[in-house]
């Protein structure tokens, strides 16, 4: 019974690429979650995706930053134009309904040279 | 509306003693959640409650909703327990399953 899994573990990505983050959540959980940890910074969250909806992107920026979460894959959170400011760790988290315990995976460190 | 906070920041402890560490907000809530988060930086879900106690091996999380007080107490405690715990919170109403987090106490366990 696999957890949460999200690749890659690592990226780097030079100013002004793309960056692209998978999650693909636990069995059976439909809702995913993705989180943002700055440097010395606590986790913020950012986006909050059932399959093929968006349900809250309030923690979005306005700007380069997008998810999805289609019918068959995983979800996937995309940054164009990486500034070095979006060097974080990102993690997804999955839950099988709206309330209840999260579950984390391992997350991603983006570092933008 | 959106305060969580934790005390103390950091703590050092010997091995084999007992360690406590608070969290605080600010509204009304939900659900509270306890993580660990390893040097390595996964995140670990400990516990989440909404009322009373709860016990899992040598961690015990208790919440107090009327002081809106939470505490997670390691009993004799080990350096693998040498990690940051964050503690998070779910507030009632409308975006009931958005995390929000405490910036997290940085633990150290000498042997």
């Known amino acids: 019974n696999a957890g949460v899994m999200q690749n890659p573990r690592h990226l780097v990505r030079r100013r002004g690429q793309e960056a692209r983050l998978r999650c693909s959540p636990m069995?059976?959980?439909?809702?995913v979650y993705w989180y943002r940890q700055l440097p010395e910074e606590g986790l913020k969250f950012m986006v909050y995706l059932q399959k093929e909806n968006i349900i809250d992107e309030s923690g979005m920026p306005k700007e380069r930053f997008s998810a999805e979460f289609p019918k068959e894959g995983p979800s996937i959170l995309r940054i164009q134009q990486v500034v070095r400011g979006d060097s974080a760790a990102y993690f997804c988290?999955?839950?099988?309904?709206?309330?209840?315990?999260?579950?984390f995976g391992p997350g991603t460190r983006l570092t933008v040279t | 509306k959106n305060e969580v906070e934790q005390s103390p920041q950091n703590l050092t402890a010997q091995e084999g003693e007992f360690i406590t560490i608070n969290c605080s907000y600010s509204v009304g809530i939900s659900a509270l959640h306890w993580l660990q988060q390893h040097p390595g930086g996964g995140i670990v879900s400990l516990f989440m409650?909404?009322?009373g106690k709860k016990k899992h091996g040598r961690l015990i999380a208790t919440i107090n909703i009327q002081e809106k007080h939470s505490s997670l107490h390691i009993t004799a405690s080990h350096p693998r327990d040498s990690a940051v715990y964050i503690c998070?919170?779910?507030?009632?109403?409308?975006?009931?399953?958005?995390?929000?987090f405490g910036k997290g106490t940085k633990l150290s366990v000498i042997p």
């Open positions: 409650l909404s009322s």
């Open positions: 069995k059976g959980h439909s809702h």
């Open positions: 988290a999955s839950s099988p309904g709206q309330v209840g315990q999260q579950y």
């Open positions: 998070a919170v779910t507030y009632s109403g409308a975006g009931s399953y958005q995390l929000t």
